[in-house]
């Protein structure tokens, strides 16, 4: 249903499920920072831990906390604002997560049967949200 104001169309494109998915995904990230950040300091004190590893592997999973809160960010403002070009900057930072969390499933120097279950649960809110994201902007090309 359509409302007309001054010879506008007010048709609300936006997707609430796309954004709930977005919500839960904050509430993960926090905890999948802090189960990984906790689970390299773990493998630090128990394992050989190459420093240089143990420095790139920090190292990735701050950038990877910046990227998504960059990407939740566009994500949401494109999503509420009803704009393509912020949902498409969220599906490119998207993109760099999936491989920085495919890099904390495979090339991480020590992997836990723990890095696998949440790097997994990560990779499919990510798919979700591809999937969402793509199908809501087609919505406001329409």
Not at 31 to 50: E, G
Not at 97 to 103: E, G, R
Not at 113 to 118: E, F, N
Request: glycine share 6%; aromatic share 16%; proline share 2%.
């Amino acid at each position: 249903m359509a409302l007309t104001r001054r010879g506008k169309s007010s048709l609300v494109r936006s997707s609430v499920p796309l954004q709930i998915l977005l919500y839960a995904n904050i509430l993960y990230y926090g905890f999948y920072f802090l189960a990984t950040l906790l689970m390299i300091i773990y493998k630090s004190q128990v394992f050989s831990y190459p420093d240089s590893n143990l420095a790139l592997d920090l190292g990735l999973l701050f950038l990877m906390a910046i990227v998504e809160f960059a990407r939740l960010y566009f994500g949401t403002k494109g999503n509420l604002t009803e704009e393509e070009l912020p949902l498409g900057f969220s599906l490119f930072f998207t993109a760099g997560n999936v491989m920085l969390s495919v890099y904390f499933l495979v090339w991480e120097t020590y992997i836990l049967r723990a890095d696998v279950i949440i790097n997994g649960i990560l990779l499919a809110l990510y798919g979700l949200e591809v999937i969402l994201e793509l199908f809501t902007i087609a919505a406001f090309f329409r």
